[in-house]
């Protein structure tokens, strides 16, 4: 199934232009099968993203992107989060005492809110967002380069905070319906690089993981995207 892993609804995320509502219909018209909330220091959204998700039978997972003193992690899994700014590799160990799972997210754009170097410092994040819709393709590369060095899963995600950004970039998981299965999913699989002649272009796979390195909504093959920019891109070895 086609994920959205890092959403943002105006609720809670005041610099978001997209409501609940807005964000389903979006992913649902691009093909997405479900969609992660991860709103800025807050998780307030649950309890409404949960009936909702219940009403209309499509699953809503909610999580946060939590602005740690050394930057971004979006995690999911855990019952609430601190009061204030901490360590990112206290955070991170929060997480893990909750057998939950986290994400560097995006470790280097330019904003000062990214991770950066200090991937290499903490110890306990699961993944790094390597596709971030709101970050240039550059610095996803650089993503990407300190990812694999690191052997932390790939993760594409939008970032969206407007509806023409919703799906832009997704990640392939098995199917599911839980927010524990959504945990788990990435965390006990393996994935590599298809090659252009593989079931899609730019996507990475496994027999129980992939992560779509396409964009939803500009042209489709089967269950994914195209993005062709980045497909050149990496048919070019520019993104590897």
């Known amino acids: 199934m086609l994920v959205d892993m890092h959403l943002h609804e105006c609720t809670y995320s005041t610099d978001s232009f997209l409501h609940l509502e807005e964000i389903v219909s979006i992913a649902r018209q691009k093909g997405l099968d479900a969609i992660c909330i991860t709103d800025h220091d807050s998780m307030g959204l649950r309890e409404r993203a949960e009936a909702y998700s219940r009403e209309i039978g499509y699953p809503i997972f909610v999580g946060v992107e939590f602005f740690s003193l050394w930057g971004d992690i979006t995690a999911w899994g855990i019952d609430g989060i601190p009061d204030q700014r901490v360590s990112a590799q206290d955070f991170i160990d929060l997480v893990r005492e909750k057998d939950g799972f986290c994400v560097s997210c995006p470790p280097f754009r330019s904003n000062n809110r990214g991770l950066r170097e200090h991937l290499r410092d903490v110890h306990g994040l699961d993944g790094?967002?390597?596709?971030?819709?709101?970050?240039?393709?550059?610095?996803?590369?650089?993503?990407?380069?300190?990812?694999?060095?690191?052997?932390?899963k790939a993760i594409g995600a939008s970032d969206a905070h407007v509806p023409e950004q919703v799906g832009k970039y997704v990640t392939w998981l098995p199917e599911t319906r839980s927010q524990r299965c959504l945990i788990l999913s990435p965390r006990c699989t393996r994935w590599k690089r298809v090659p252009p002649s593989g079931r899609a272009a730019g996507t990475m796979s496994s027999p129980s993981f992939e992560m779509n390195f396409q964009r939803a909504?500009?042209?489709?093959?089967?269950?994914?995207?195209?993005?062709?920019?980045?497909?050149?891109?990496i048919h070019a070895g520019k993104l590897w």
């Open 217 to 233: 909504g500009v042209s489709c093959s089967g269950l994914f995207f195209t993005f062709r920019r980045v497909i050149s891109d």
């Open 128 to 152: 790094v967002e390597v596709l971030n819709g709101s970050t240039p393709l550059e610095e996803n590369r650089t993503a990407l380069r300190f990812c694999r060095e690191l052997g932390l």
